[in-house]
C-alpha cells in the first residue's frame, strides 16, 4: 500500500472512532431500539403544604436492554410555570436533551415542588407531567402534590373514623380492607380525583351525615366552570360488602355514585341501607346493583344522570321507600332500568340470577322521557322473581298488568315538580303525587318533615 494511502486509512478510521465517541450519529448503529423502564409512573408528594412549602422526591429511569439507549428529550411539561423543577443526573432545565444510558444502567430524577404554605386558593392537587422521548416514543411519569391543608389518601387502606376538620382527598384510591370498618362524620367533604373511588372491600362504610351537616362527596376541580360537570371521579364501589350505611349525604358529579357488586355470602342483611341521600348529576348511574347485592333506600332523591338512575343488572335485591327515581338529564335511557340477566360477549355466556326482593313503595318514577321504567327478565327454574309496587307513580308507555303492579300504581300520573331543571323536586297541591301515598315505618321526608296520613309519593312530604 502506498505510504500516503496508508495514513490516510488510518485518519479516517481515527476520526470514525472519534466520532462515534461523540457523536449520536455513530452511535445510531449499536443503539438499543428499545424504551425506558421507570421505577415508578407516578410521583406523589404527601406532605401537607400548611406547614412545609417545599420538598424534593426522587426516581429512577432504566435501561433494561443489552445496548445503550439515547434519550432525546425529557421535558417538564408545565414549563417555566409548573410549581415543579427538575434535575436529571445533575443537569436541570425544563428541557434536557440528549442523554444516553449504557445497557443495564440507571439516571436519578430529583423533582422538587415549591408552594405557597398557605396558599389557599390552590387547587387540591397540583399536577404536572415529565416527558421521555426516545426511539420516537414519549412516556410520562405524572407529578402530583397536594396544594391545600387536608387529609389525602393516595391508595391507601382506612379504618376508624375519619375526622371532620379538614377535608378529605382521595387520589387513586381510598380503601378499607376485608373485616374493617370506616365511619365518616357528619359535616366531612370529601373530595375525588380524576377516575378516584372509595372501594369497600368485604368490609363496612358508614357515612353518617345530618340534616344541615350533610357528608358532601364531589369532584376536586373547584372552578366554577366544574360545578356541574359529571364523570370527574368514579364514586363508592361495594364489592361484597358487609352491611353498611349511608345517611345524609350528598354525591354529585361522579360516573356511578354507589355501585355494588356481588353479596358476602355471610351477610344476612342489606348490602347497603341509604337514608336521606341525594345522588345527582353522575355520568352513568345514580345506584348501580349488580350480581346479587341488596339495596335499602328510604326519603333518597336519585335524579339527573347519565344513564339511569336505578339499575339493576344479573339480580340482586332493592326496596326502595319514598324516593325519588328520576331522569331530567341527558339521558334517553329510562330512569329505572331492572334486569336478571347479564350477557358476557366475550364468554358467550348469559349469566341469570334470583330477584328475592323487588319493592318500590311510595315512589316516583318520572323524568323527560315518555317511558322511564324499564324490566327486562328471564323466567327459568330455580330463579326467583319477587316483586312488589305499591303507591308508585311510574312513567311508561307501556302500562303493565302483572299481578304485582298493585292497582294503587299511578300509571304515568304528574308530578308537577316545580324545578326540574335546578333540581328542585317540590311540587303543588295539584300534583299527582299529593296525599297519594301509604302510610309506612318513614314518618319524616328528606328535609325532616313530618309525613302526613296518607303521606305524599317521593322523598319530599309538601305541609
Known sequence: MHMRNFFSAIIACLICIFTLSISSCGKNVILSKKNLSFSRDTVVFDTVFTTIGSTTQQFKIYNKDSKTIKIDEIELMGGTNSKFSMNVDGLQGTIIEDLYIESGDSLFVFVEVTLDPNGANLPMIIEDSIRFKSNEKNQYVKLAAWGQDAYFHYKDLNEGIWPNDKPHVIYGYAAIDSAKTLNIQAGTNIYMHKNAILYVYKSTLNIQGTLGNEVVIQGDRLEQDYQNVSGQFYGIYFQQARPCTIDYAIIKNGTSGVHLYDEDPTNSDYTLTMTNTIIKNQARYGVFIFAGARVKAEN?????????????????????????????????????????????????????????????????????????????????????????????????????????????????????????????FTFGSNSALQE????????????????????????????
Open 436 to 463: 297519594n301515598g301509604i302510610n309506612t315505618s318513614v314518618v319524616t321526608d328528606i328535609l325532616g318533615n313530618p309525613r302526613n296520613n296518607p303521606p305524599d309519593i317521593g322523598a319530599i312530604e309538601m305541609n
Open 300 to 424: 333518597c332523591i336519585v335524579a339527573k344522570n347519565g344513564t339511569h338512575a336505578l339499575f339493576v343488572l344479573q339480580g340482586g335485591d332493592f326496596n326502595f321507600n319514598h324516593c325519588n327515581l328520576l331522569g331530567y338529564g341527558n339521558s334517553t335511557n329510562p330512569a329505572v332500568g331492572i334486569s336478571n340477566h347479564y350477557t358476557d360477549n366475550a364468554a358467550g355466556q348469559t349469566y341469570v340470577s334470583s330477584i328475592n326482593e323487588g319493592k318500590l313503595y311510595n315512589c316516583v318514577v318520572a323524568g323527560n322521557q315518555t317511558t322511564e321504567f324499564a324490566m327486562d327478565t328471564i323466567q327459568m327454574s330455580g330463579v326467583v322473581l319477587n316483586f312488589d309496587f305499591k303507591n308508585t307513580l311510574l312513567q311508561s308507555e307501556e302500562i303493565y298488568t302483572d299481578a304485582f303492579y298493585d292497582a294503587s300504581v299511578l300509571w304515568n300520573g304528574t308530578p308537577l315538580f316545580t324545578n326540574p331543571t335546578e333540581f328542585d
